[in-house]
């Protein structure tokens, strides 16, 4: 593995001190990839139950790499460690919306219950990591969150929903989720390629990237949404074979 580096140095600009600088360059691209995704989501016209949960959490993903960016890297200095909160709590909301995405698009192929259950389950647990992180100003239960965010729900229901009607666009955000977990690993572990591009800088550029492939993914799914709409045939079909 790896050997963790230094953390980078500060550089001034035009008089102006940047802490962390290509984290928080890497941070704000990420929040471009967001962005692009977001405009685009809106000039499809995609406008299914998932696809506006995921058009959503674009735009929130977009909002807390910013904040993160600019105020948990590069300007953390003229601020105060509490200030990383925002960011977190946006990022929290905006996993639970990708999570929405993801119950909502497989809706017409399990049975009412079951998702009116995660639905709320959805929403119990996100107001519980927003007070937890508030009150222990810990970043690990974001993490705890996003974990349990993508894997049980993302990787659940999308994992079904392509078992069942291989559903393309199902199997892309997939493909998104493990890049992303490659990005925790990288995080978790501190695995840094050299100073100026350390552990942090290289999980912003895959979550970039699993934030493309996501949207990718996400724009697919409108292809396939009206066979999983509530009374569609296979809807119908869902319930027959409950």
Same mark, same amino acid.
């Given at each position: +593995?790896?050997? *963790? @580096?230094?953390?980078?140095?500060? #550089?001034?600009?035009?008089?102006?001190?940047?802490? $962390? *600088?290509?984290?928080?360059?890497?941070?704000?691209?990420?929040?471009?990839?967001?962005?692009?995704?977001?405009?685009? +989501?809106?000039?499809?016209?995609? %406008?299914?139950?998932?696809?506006?949960?995921?058009?959503?959490?674009?735009?929130? @993903?977009?909002?807390?790499?910013?904040?993160?960016?600019?105020?948990?890297?590069?300007?953390?200095?003229?601020?105060?460690? !509490?200030?990383?909160?925002?960011?977190?709590?946006?990022?929290?909301?905006?996993?639970?919306?990708?999570? =929405? !995405?993801? &119950?909502?698009?497989?809706?017409?192929? &399990? =049975? *009412?219950? #079951?998702? =009116?259950?995660?639905? !709320?389950?959805?929403?119990?647990? +996100?107001?519980?990591?927003?007070? &937890?992180?508030?009150?222990?100003?810990?970043? =690990?239960?974001? $993490?705890?969150?996003?974990?349990?965010?993508? #894997?049980?729900?993302?990787?659940?229901?999308?994992?079904?929903?392509?078992?069942?009607?291989?559903?393309?666009?199902?199997?892309?955000?997939?493909? !998104?989720?493990? &890049?992303?977990?490659?990005?925790?690993?990288?995080?978790?572990? %501190?695995?840094?390629?050299?100073?100026?591009?350390?552990?942090?800088?290289?999980? %912003?550029?895959?979550?970039?990237?699993?934030?493309?492939? +996501?949207?990718?993914?996400?724009?697919?799914?409108?292809?396939? $949404?009206?066979?999983?709409? *509530?009374?569609?045939?296979?809807?119908? $079909?869902?319930?027959?074979?409950?």
């Amino acid at each position: +593995m790896l050997k *963790p @580096v230094a953390s980078q140095p500060s #550089i001034f600009p035009f008089g102006l001190r940047i802490d $962390e *600088p290509v984290a928080t360059v890497t941070d704000l691209a990420v929040a471009l990839v967001c962005g692009y995704a977001y405009v685009q +989501m809106g000039r499809k016209y995609l %406008h299914s139950r998932a696809q506006v949960h995921f058009r959503n959490y674009f735009l929130l @993903v977009a909002v807390a790499t910013t904040l993160g960016g600019l105020i948990g890297h590069g300007f953390l200095y003229a601020f105060s460690f !509490a200030w990383k909160l925002p960011g977190w709590l946006v990022g929290i909301v905006s996993v639970s919306l990708v999570e =929405r !995405a993801a &119950i909502s698009h497989a809706r017409g192929l &399990i =049975r *009412p219950g #079951i998702a =009116r259950f995660f639905l !709320a389950l959805n929403i119990v647990e +996100m107001v519980a990591i927003l007070v &937890i992180t508030i009150a222990t100003l810990d970043f =690990r239960w974001v $993490e705890y969150h996003n974990a349990y965010g993508l #894997i049980v729900n993302v990787v659940g229901f999308h994992g079904y929903v392509f078992y069942r009607t291989r559903d393309r666009g199902s199997l892309i955000v997939l493909g !998104a989720v493990v &890049i992303t977990a490659v990005a925790s690993v990288v995080f978790t572990r %501190h695995i840094s390629l050299h100073q100026w591009f350390n552990y942090i800088d290289l999980s %912003h550029v895959l979550l970039a990237i699993a934030a493309y492939i +996501m949207y990718l993914g996400a724009i697919r799914l409108g292809r396939h $949404e009206k066979s999983l709409q *509530p009374n569609s045939p296979a809807q119908t $079909e869902a319930h027959g074979r409950s």
